[in-house]
């Protein structure tokens, strides 16, 4: 191996300002671990208390979906769709929390719609929005409410920056960039 | 009856429900991955405590974060409250956030417009 690829991979990491990254199976110990972790970074980081608490909400949102996606295809055999990626960003004074998982094409429209209802909404909509789903809708097995993404998009004050990449027949990569500020 | 207590850890709030006083107390961060787990003796214990209440109910939530999961569980805490309140006690909710934490202070607005149970909105320094 050229061993400079690893020192191209520390550039790389320190050109887009990655505060932590990981890519695999996510599991809720990680996630445990992760979130401790970054609470300590953004202590030493001095940031206000409400940007952590903002931060922190936000990340718990996000690696909870992806927890709770790749448990939905736990008996799924292609190994890659239990893979995720998250990427903790801080750029400036802002953070960011990028996320990455494969997602089947059904699922795949149902979530664009999700997030396009979302992202046309002002605050106060998204508070009614919010209140709505909270007080109708019906917790599933795995304790999800279908809360997060309006959560995520309340708490983050910003749009909710999507793509889905078209892979193959069967999978879409849906790429969520969220901006902290 | 008997108290609920649990310890509060890295995900889970401390739980203190004393039937005597008719205090329920949640502190810490609730952001487990299953919150319907964690909540189901909390609203089992709450069924039970409804048979016999103390004269009046103080419903303590000193929360510094909860996930989307747990809203909703928290929400049918809520429910379970509402149903036993005028039916031998009075059930009052105070609802704590931290200085500048807006957003803990819009989910307790947003209880307050779900739910039919009065709510004290208090502000302190540090939950």
């Not at chain 1, 749009?159 to 193959?168: G, S, T």
């Not at chain 2, 709510?119 to 540090?126: A, D, L, N, P, T």
Request: glycine share 6%; with cysteine.
């Amino acid at each position: 191996m050229n061993l400079s690829r690893i020192f191209n991979l520390y550039r790389t990491m320190e050109k887009e300002n990655i505060l932590l990254s990981f890519k695999g199976m996510v599991t809720g110990d990680l996630l445990t671990s992760v979130l401790q972790i970054m609470e300590s970074k953004m202590t030493y980081l001095q940031e206000t208390p409400r940007m952590k608490k903002k931060v922190f909400n936000v990340l718990v949102e996000c690696l909870q979906n992806l927890y709770h996606h790749i448990e939905e295809e736990k008996q799924n055999r292609n190994l890659e769709a239990k893979s995720a990626l998250f990427v903790i960003v801080k750029e400036d004074q802002n953070f960011f929390i990028r996320t990455g998982n494969f997602i089947d094409l059904k699922s795949a429209n149902e979530l664009k719609g999700r997030l396009d209802i979302i992202n046309a909404m002002n605050k106060e909509e998204l508070k009614l929005h919010y209140q709505e789903a909270l007080s109708s809708g019906t917790l599933s097995d795995k304790g999800t409410a279908g809360l997060g993404m309006i959560d995520i998009a309340r708490k983050s004050g910003n749009k909710l920056e999507y793509e889905f990449l078209p892979i193959n027949d069967d999978f879409q990569f849906f790429c969520l960039n969220v901006k902290i500020d | 009856m008997e108290n609920l207590h649990l310890e509060g850890s890295a995900k889970t709030p401390s739980v203190k429900f004393d039937g005597n006083s008719g205090v329920l107390e949640l502190k810490g961060r609730s952001i487990p991955e299953n919150s319907v787990e964690f909540y189901k003796p909390l609203n089992d214990w709450i069924d039970t405590y409804g048979q016999t209440p103390s004269n009046n109910t103080t419903v303590d939530i000193k929360l510094e974060y909860f996930n989307t999961s747990s809203s909703k569980c928290i929400l049918d805490m809520f429910k379970k409250l509402e149903s036993i309140n005028g039916k031998g006690t009075d059930v009052a909710v105070n609802w704590y956030f931290e200085e500048d934490d807006e957003d803990m202070e819009e989910a307790g607005e947003d209880y307050q417009a779900i739910i039919g149970l009065p709510f004290k909105m208090i502000e302190v320094e540090e939950i």
